[in-house]
């Protein structure tokens, strides 16, 4: 079975400070790994994703992200944090096998990002 | 161009009634997601469609729960006897072919309420 633990249920960051939200998977074979951000009363929206290659992913809104291999780990960054970038995050990993329940995406709890002016 | 739609975007009723939600997602995708999120919770699978099949119904959590794609298109979840326990944002998502690279995109969800 996969999962997905995002170890911190908050993150706060003064505006204008680079911010981290971390996640670590667990997953047979190699992963695809997602970023999506929810924001209020609004549905999942796509960040960014992992799919082979470079191990530093670059998305939306000056989002990236770094995948470890070794430590089964995509941290999500951002070099300098906005006001507008507070939300809930949330990372979400997805196995390459094709058997029965592949296809699903397995979320973490979310990690709710605010970034103090 | 349209995103993910759902209707209604909220839902209220009462233990033991039965609901429609409803998708309809972006045109052209072939695979179609349901999920639910509980309140503190991320999203969790429920089933998915390839085209008018049900591909994987896993998810469901029982016999009460049950969706439809019968064009390939527009899809419902439909929910019998319902019960409080079943109170959730329901989201549906589409991606344009069930390869596992592909990311999903969400609708809004419909916030189903049980009294």
């Known amino acids: 079975a996969q999962s997905v633990a995002q170890p911190e249920d908050q993150v706060n960051v003064a505006e204008g400070n680079p911010l981290t939200v971390k996640c670590t998977y667990s997953?047979?074979?190699?992963?695809?790994l997602f970023w999506y951000v929810q924001y209020p009363n609004r549905g999942l929206q796509f960040l960014l994703k992992?799919?082979?290659?470079?191990?530093l992913v670059k998305g939306s809104y000056g989002f990236e992200a770094e995948f470890n291999k070794s430590q089964t780990s995509f941290h999500l960054k951002k070099p300098s944090a906005l006001v507008s970038d507070s939300a809930l995050y949330f990372c979400?990993?997805?196995?390459?096998?094709?058997?029965?329940?592949?296809?699903?995406?397995?979320f973490g709890k979310g990690t709710k990002l605010s970034v103090i002016p | 161009g349209a995103g993910v739609s759902q209707t209604p975007s909220n839902k209220v009723t009462e233990k033991g009634k039965y609901v429609e939600l409803r998708c309809d997602p972006i045109?052209?995708?072939?695979?179609l997601y349901w999920y639910r999120q509980s309140l503190g919770q991320g999203p969790e699978f429920l089933i998915y469609?390839?085209?008018?099949?049900?591909?994987?119904d896993s998810g469901l959590p029982n016999d009460r729960f049950f969706a439809v794609r019968p064009e390939g298109s527009v899809s419902t979840l439909k929910i019998q006897r319902t019960e409080r326990g079943d109170s959730a944002v329901y989201l549906c998502?589409?991606?344009?072919?069930?390869?596992?690279?592909?990311?999903?995109?969400f609708g809004p969800g419909t916030r189903l309420t049980v009294l």
């Open positions: 998502a589409s991606s344009s072919t069930i390869e596992h690279n592909n990311e999903q995109f």
């Open positions: 997953v047979s074979g190699n992963p695809y």
């Open positions: 992992y799919i082979t290659g470079d191990n």
């Open positions: 979400a990993v997805r196995g390459r096998s094709s058997g029965a329940g592949s296809y699903q995406l397995t």
């Open positions: 045109s052209g995708h072939t695979a």
């Open positions: 469609f390839q085209g008018t099949g049900a591909a994987d």
